[in-house]
């Protein structure tokens, strides 16, 4: 059960949900506010095993990485039980919302199926909020 209240969606991922509810991905669909294991993920596909997060920020630190500050425990889960997160600032989706639903769709489609539910991942563990490390 999850450990995170249900909360309203904020600005950034209002945006992203006016498109992304109605955008179909083949057979694949999202779905919000979705708790999964102990957290709650503001978008969901079940099928990809993908998270999308939005980062109210809006603003790119020096780096360019985004500035919402990322819980180590939280990626580290995800992660370890093989779901990819996507995290997109809300300025990015205010401006190109197709561009970052073409992203999301190229996730989609490069994402494996037919992984059974609460199944590990066979992914390696990395240090939190850094991708995984292809082989």
Do not use: Y
Not at 30 to 41: E, Y
Not at 85 to 102: C, E, K, S, T, Y
């Amino acid at each position: 059960m999850t450990t995170e209240p249900e909360r309203e969606m904020t600005e950034g991922e209002r945006l992203l949900w006016r498109t992304l509810r109605t955008k179909r991905f083949g057979s694949a669909k999202f779905r919000r506010g979705v708790p999964v294991g102990p957290w709650r993920a503001a978008f969901f596909c079940e099928p990809a095993r993908i998270v999308v997060e939005v980062d109210e920020q809006g603003t790119p630190a020096a780096d360019g990485a985004a500035t919402t500050p990322r819980d180590p425990a939280r990626d580290q889960w995800f992660f370890a039980h093989g779901f990819r997160v996507l995290l997109f600032r809300r300025d990015d989706i205010a401006a190109n919302v197709d561009g970052i639903m073409q992203i999301i769709e190229t996730e989609i489609r490069s994402a494996p199926r037919g992984m059974p539910r609460n199944t590990p991942s066979k992914m390696p563990t990395t240090p939190a909020g850094a991708p995984p490390t292809e082989a």
